[in-house]
């Protein structure tokens, strides 16, 4: 759900290592493997309903991406601009901190998943893929190190990043079952207000935005380094770079 995964006050460091192959000064493929975190807490949105529902998470990224880059001005350039496109897939694993202690959130069902109240809500996969496009630029050190700099989002095929997607449940339902710690963690209200009483929501009642599948992007800084003789850039040359 977006709601959770849009504030950039829940960055967090990525890496990666990866490896070019040019076709020519203006082509090449790359291959990524990447390491991330992502986060999200109502606690800061600006708006009141987000706030009240009190749901947070943070989850692990790994991905393995297929890309291709197009260097718009060919790569004899000190200065290189380049945009790229592709696939990934990832795994995510979202878990949240409850009464001082981590759970994870996809065994649980939070939304009826897994149960006969939402036959049509299986367990979400915690494999997926998605599409990947950005921008970057390369910088050239020397004959052997390039800098790049670039920002890659990530258009997922999952809802479930952040363990919120379609509506409530309803407390004594989900938790007959899946248990009351599912039920716990479905419906956080209660906890904002501090209401030991509280009832929970009314089944139905609008959880996540189901409309909208999950992105999220990495930015990273890369360093370049040339592992072959001559123009590194050459068709056919292959290029090993790590970044963070």
């Known amino acids: 759900s977006p709601g959770l995964l849009n504030n950039l006050k ?70 290189n601009p380049y945009l790229f496109g592709g696939i990934n897939t990832f795994h995510f694993n979202p878990k949240t901190l409850y009464k001082g202690d981590w759970v994870y959130l996809q065994p649980l069902g939070t939304e009826g998943q897994g149960s006969d109240l939402h036959p049509d809500r299986p367990k979400y996969n915690l494999v997926d893929m998605s599409i990947v496009f950005g921008l970057g630029t390369k910088v050239k050190v020397n004959k052997s190190l390039y800098v790049a700099f670039e920002i890659g989002w990530r258009r997922s095929n999952s809802d479930y990043l952040d363990d919120v997607s379609k509506d409530y449940v309803g407390y004594s339902e989900l938790k007959r079952t899946n248990g009351e710690l599912a039920a716990e963690l479905s419906d956080r209200t209660g906890e904002y207000f501090g209401n030991a009483d509280y009832a929970g929501r009314i089944p139905g009642e609008k959880r996540g935005g189901k409309m909208i599948k999950d992105y999220y992007s990495m930015t990273l800084f890369n360093f370049i380094y040339v592992l072959n003789s001559g123009n590194p850039f050459d068709s056919g040359k292959r290029v090993l770079c790590p970044g963070f």
């Open 10 to 79: 829940q960055s967090h460091p990525a890496f990666d290592v990866f490896y070019n192959y040019y076709f020519n000064k203006y082509i090449n493929t790359r291959l990524s493997l990447a390491y991330g975190k992502i986060s999200g807490n109502d606690s800061y949105s600006s708006h009141s309903w987000q706030v009240e529902r009190n749901l947070s998470f943070e989850s692990s990224i790994y991905e393995f991406s297929g890309l291709i880059e197009y260097n718009i001005l060919g790569t004899q350039h000190l200065i």
